[in-house]
């Protein structure tokens, strides 16, 4: 498996107007990320004492990508793997070390 192998799918979420009882209508608009590294990230919660029969839950995870910290806002969802997930409330930081890289957390919101 390579490093940055993975594709996922921004969905930005725009405000188009209201409806007629007064409530926000919505349009979706998406951006294909190829290239990511994803990466699972302890839950909420964990322990070590973890049976031996079951498999651990992953419900967030941390994406890295070559693209610039503005393509991702703390309010986009994303696609991946299809399954949809939200970007955790927090702004994506970009890193410039040695390789220059924006990481986001990305958490399950359905199933």
């Known amino acids: 498996m390579a490093l940055h192998d993975e594709t996922v799918t921004i969905v930005r979420r725009t405000t188009t107007g209201v409806d007629a009882d007064g409530v926000p209508t919505y349009s979706e608009t998406e951006q294909v990320l190829e290239s990511c590294n ?6 909420e919660g964990d322990t070590d ?5 079951t498999e651990p839950i992953v ?4 994406v890295s990508t070559d693209e610039p910290e ?5 309010s986009d969802a ?3 793997r299809g399954r949809r997930y939200e970007v955790m409330n927090q702004r ?3 890193f410039w ?3 220059p890289h924006t990481e986001f957390v990305m958490i ?3 199933g």
């Open 38 to 43: 994803v990466q699972p990230l302890g839950g």
């Open 78 to 80: 994303v696609k991946w």
């Open 70 to 74: 503005d393509w991702i806002e703390a």
């Open 97 to 99: 070390a040695i390789n």
């Open 92 to 94: 994506p930081r970009t």
């Open 108 to 110: 399950e919101t359905e």
């Open 59 to 62: 419900s967030r995870w941390r």
């Open 49 to 53: 004492e973890v049976p031996a029969s």
